[in-house]
């Protein structure tokens, strides 16, 4: 186990100093982290055996430097601000492992330009909607008791209360604060186009869905599959809307599987 | 000091068991298995005669506001009920105070210019322009708008408005979250250059800075009391201070529960269940829906979770019943003499201006509210009206119904 070191690198005009927490070593790999702000773990630790990890922290979510989400208004802002990010880093072209927020961030960024992502994972992403199984949103839910239901298969089990159960206001802050810089481009329904772009991903691509995801239930891996062509869909069992979470090592050799 | 009557315009019938049957009060009750639009006609019209009775009755002003999808207070255009009451209050020294448009919500924003100047102009120059920036609720939950762009888009509809309201040439706006070519404004307002600003809000750090920043009127909407403002409302003077601000008692409007009746027996016996309908039914809400992630920036976010006395609050309401709502002060109920006494205290305590007071509360049906009106107006505000008369005027009041500070006049 490595643990992760920070980078820093500066873009878009100067204004923005992200946060890339950094492991391992080997071919390249980014993360993108989901709503409630990146958490280095054992899925993390475990890819970073083979490979180097690249996972920005979303902007405005890194320490100290809650107002760098100003600088970005728009997904279009944000996709472009990513591949600056993978310029400063070196990255002509690179896999791309996304979770949930993350993932449609990924997606987006393969669609966008399909030379700078080699390969896709797409772990429960949001991004697409249908009327008859609506994404939960997860912003207006109580984080205490009922998040755990949507995101976790057991919400009474050992990882919820490992994550729940004890108050910590610095925390709630964190997430709170991570799920407003996120939400700042998917509120209220996170259907902001992807549709009409995501044929043009041209980079293999595995979706991994936990079967019991009652947040973005896995019937949208259908849609996903079906728009992106040549996809792969793996189903993780016993797993909800946090795979990596409840079945690191499972998640994390399949993911290097598909990369190798 | 000034006196306004405020009104929410609630549901006031909602079954005993609402709050357990339902998940919230906001945003999600069912209409139709909650309401009748027949009723809901009698109640925006018990409403209209409560506020103009209270205009009758010597009230310096009459409040409305707005609120989407809830039984709390169902005025989604406060400025279709301003208007009315504009007009039926011809003659009278009352001001129509608009708490009011809800700028982030409106696009675009000199829709919000425009109605309040046709106010202006209906009302002969009483109107107050109110300026919220409008509950996660509202404004997030109810009109889609991203809780993170909430105060960006308040603080550009605020410029944009009052640029249209003073410039006297048609100008263009290239804004970030509205563009318009030739902003030419018709009408314009008969108080000049503006009607005063007010901005409504519950105690957030850059509201307080905002409203000071700006010179308008900060008024604290509390339901909790005006022990537990205290310490907003100090933080808001500091920052009026702070600010280079004179410390003129009318920068702070405030808003309280009034009720009163013949003796402290009487008001009990007539209105503690309609202060547990509006405690347990009228905020029945999920207390993180008022934080809305990105709602707050993280300033306002870090200080309310590290210090959560609005969202304790919240939660522990359902435990409580009248007499700790009369205890903590989170109504000001009893004879005349005990409604003074209280009222005394908190205007001294928080050094307020414009006191705004909800006279109906929740279930109270239309007779007790006149009463409640009629006794308030005779009994109680003649007492604390000459507050601050000796020294400071009404900056935030328009000019055609202020009196003028007691030093001036001998002056």
């Not at chain 1, 890819?47 to 920005?56: C, G, K, M, N, W």
């Not at chain 2, 409504?200 to 339901?223: D, E, I, M, R, V």
Request: hydrophobic share 40%.
């Amino acid at each position: 186990m490595t643990a992760p070191t920070d980078h820093h690198v500066t873009v878009w005009q100067e204004k923005i100093t992200p946060n890339i927490k950094v492991a391992g070593s080997g071919s390249p790999v980014v993360f993108l982290h989901g709503a409630g702000g990146l958490v280095w773990d054992a899925f993390l630790d475990q890819l970073a055996e083979r490979h180097t990890v690249y996972a920005p922290e979303h902007p405005g979510t890194s320490v100290g430097d809650p107002d760098a989400i100003s600088h970005l208004d728009s997904l279009w802002d944000l996709v472009l601000y990513y591949y600056e990010i993978f310029d400063a880093l070196g990255l002509k072209s690179v896999p791309i492992i996304g979770h949930s927020f993350g993932a449609m961030v990924a997606a987006e960024l393969a669609a966008s330009n399909p030379e700078r992502v080699s390969k896709l994972v797409l772990i429960s992403p949001i991004g697409l909607w249908r009327e008859d199984i609506p994404v939960v949103n997860w912003m207006i839910i109580t984080p205490g008791s009922d998040l755990p239901k949507y995101l976790l298969r057991d919400p009474d089990g050992p990882i919820a209360k490992q994550m729940f159960g004890t108050p910590d206001p610095e925390g709630m802050i964190r997430m709170i604060w991570s799920m407003g810089c996120t939400g700042k481009f998917v509120w209220p329904i996170p259907d902001k186009g992807l549709k009409k772009r995501i044929h043009r991903i041209q980079a293999p691509t595995l979706l991994l869905w936990g079967k019991q995801d009652r947040l973005v239930p896995p019937a949208y891996a259908e849609e996903f599959a079906s728009r992106i062509p040549g996809s792969r869909i793996e189903l993780i069992d016993e797993a909800g809307h946090l795979p990596t979470v409840e079945h690191p090592a499972q998640v994390a050799a399949s993911v290097e599987g598909f990369l190798a | 000091m000034y006196i306004s009557t405020f009104h929410l315009m609630p549901h006031r019938e909602l079954p005993d068991d609402f709050e357990k049957r339902y998940s919230s009060v906001w945003v999600t009750p069912p209409f139709h298995e909650l309401a009748d639009a027949k009723r809901v006609g009698q109640y925006y019209n018990w409403t209209f005669d409560e506020l103009i009775a209270a205009a009758k009755a010597g009230s310096d002003g009459i409040c409305t506001n707005e609120h989407h999808q809830n039984a709390y207070g169902f005025m989604p255009s406060p400025n279709l009920m301003g208007s009315v009451l504009a007009r039926a209050t011809d003659g009278l020294d009352c001001a129509i105070v608009q708490m009011g448009a809800s700028l982030p919500a409106t696009q675009p924003p000199i829709r919000i210019a425009e109605e309040y100047a046709m106010l202006d102009c209906i009302s002969g120059g009483r109107l107050v322009a109110g300026m919220p920036l409008g509950t996660p609720m509202d404004i997030n939950m109810c009109y889609g708008v991203t809780p993170m762009e909430q105060r960006e888009r308040y603080r550009e509809a605020h410029d944009l408005i009052l640029k249209a309201w003073t410039s006297r040439e048609p100008f263009a706006w290239n804004g970030k979250y509205t563009q318009l070519g030739m902003v030419n404004l018709w009408p314009r307002c008969i108080q000049q250059p503006h009607p005063p600003v007010w901005i409504p809000g519950s105690g957030s750090t850059s509201t307080l800075y905002y409203a000071a920043q700006h010179n308008h009127c900060y008024c604290f909407l509390s339901y909790f009391g005006y022990q537990a403002a205290l310490r907003s409302v100090e933080k808001y003077w500091s920052v009026v201070q702070e600010t280079g601000r004179d410390l003129n008692p009318y920068r702070l409007g405030f808003l309280q529960l009034v009720t009163v009746a013949e003796t402290d027996e009487q008001a009990e016996k007539d209105y503690a269940k309609h202060v547990e309908y509006f405690y347990h039914k009228g905020l029945h809400v999920p207390p993180e829906w008022m934080g809305v992630p990105g709602h707050q920036d993280y300033q306002s976010l870090s200080n309310a979770m590290r210090n959560p006395m609005i969202a304790n609050a919240f939660t522990s309401l359902k435990e409580k019943r009248f007499k700790d709502f009369l205890k903590d002060r989170y109504v000001i109920c009893g004879s005349p003499a005990t409604v003074r006494d209280q009222l005394k205290d908190l205007v001294g305590k928080l050094k307020v201006g414009n006191l705004m007071v909800l006279l109906h509360i929740g279930s109270m049906p239309h007779e007790l509210t006149l009463k409640n009106i009629d006794l308030f107006f005779r009994e109680v505000a003649p007492a604390i009206r000459p507050t601050w008369d000796d020294k400071w005027e009404n900056q935030w009041w328009p000019a055609g119904l202020r009196k003028k500070a007691a030093q001036e006049v001998t002056a």
